[in-house]
């Protein structure tokens, strides 16, 4: 199945917060167009249980609803996934009351933070060292 379009407040996030420098790569670095939705590729999602979640792309999606876009397109991710650590990422979110893109709004980090706070979280649970 190819790209379509969907309701980007309908999808869960998978990941606590947006890294700072992320964002203004896209923006000033890549010159990423929100409202150029054909020169960009689809954002990746996948059915985990009841939700359909992004399994990445969570700095383009927040950049799309910051910019007024609601209709974004999207692919089924077939990447061979971890789905422990995306119903773990999954729960993380909807404890913290994240259960769209707009709930990230104010989730921004400077990129040192984000690694920790984010990325060094998902390794550990990768090791088995934080659950």
Known sequence: MGTFMMDL???????????????????????????????????????????????????RALLYYQHGIRKIPVVWDTDELDLNLYRLCVSWCKQQKISNISNLQNRTLPHDQYEIQWIEKCQNVRRGTDL
């Open 9 to 59: 407040l309908a999808i869960q996030p998978s990941q606590l917060y947006i890294s700072e420098m992320k964002l203004d790569r896209l923006l000033y670095h890549y010159k990423f167009d929100p409202h150029h939705l054909d020169a960009h590729e689809p954002l990746p999602i996948f059915t985990l249980d009841h939700d359909i979640i992004f399994t990445d792309g969570h700095t």
